[in-house]
């Protein structure tokens, strides 16, 4: 993937504050950018504003618990660091700023980038062992996916098109 985005990942990756092996950690960033990735194939979302999501939502977390307000400090966290660490335009940042400070609220949303952000989240909840329900997707395609019972088939079409059949 084109990169710019690595240096942002190294310093926000640093200063994360929860343990040193997290489940909303930055495995988990990952996989909510790659899940963002592949629903923006199909919903249209705005693929510089998932990719943020992905790495600033959970970023200032300071337990595995309910730590209430952590996606509002994600998102100031994002707001300090725009300008100098990364470029957003205002529009865009309030996707962003909305997706991350809204994320815990278990709420469904419109916009297709906001949608698409909380469905890529909510389709990892499989690391927690909660398996994702279509009824809290907030996209045609995250509805989809979840209601099909694992992701993997949709992610190995868009790697090998053609090789994977889906049901
Ligand atoms: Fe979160
Ligand atoms: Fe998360």
Redesign the pocket.
Known sequence: MNDDLDPLWELVTRQFHGPEYSV?GPD??RR?ERNGLLLATRTGADIRVVRLF?LF??SR?ENDWEDPGHGARGAEFAASLRGSAYELDNERFELLRHACEW?TEGEFHENTTIATCWDA?RL?LGRVGIVPDPAYMSTEFGREIAAHGSIQPYLDAVMSPGRVELS
Request: glycine share 0%; net charge negative; proline share 0%.
């Open positions: 909303h988990h960033w909510v992905a939502h959970d977390r994320h989240d990892d």
